[in-house]
């Protein structure tokens, strides 16, 4: 998979996560929630218009390694490198 396609896999098992089918389906509310819950899990505050932005693919350049790590930490692994090489 390639980073972008890795990053899409991301953002559908954050909105899985937070109890969504789809990014659609969440409002300011759920995102404002989800930002919260990730700065809790890994210490890094992500801006509600990255988070935004990664879930509605809307990106020219690749997230920051840091945006990444919070997000993988979040969804259990130890950083964006464990994410990247996880059986999916």
């Given amino acids: 998979m390639t980073d972008r396609q890795l ?3 991301s953002a559908q098992e954050l909105v899985a996560r937070q109890g969504f089918a789809a990014r659609s389906e969440m409002r300011q509310r759920d995102l404002e929630y989800l930002c919260e819950r990730i700065e809790e899990s890994a ?3 992500i801006s509600l218009s990255t988070i935004r932005r990664i879930l509605n693919g809307e990106y020219n350049r690749l997230p920051q ?3 990444l790590n919070a997000i993988s930490v979040y969804l259990g692994y130890a950083d964006w490198q464990a994410f990247k ?3 999916r």
Avoid: Y
Wanted: avoid cysteine; charged fraction near 15%; hydrophobic fraction near 50%.
């Fill in 85 to 87: 090489t996880a059986d």
């Fill in 43 to 45: 210490g890094i505050l």
């Fill in 65 to 67: 390694v840091a945006t």
């Fill in 7 to 9: 990053i899409e896999t």
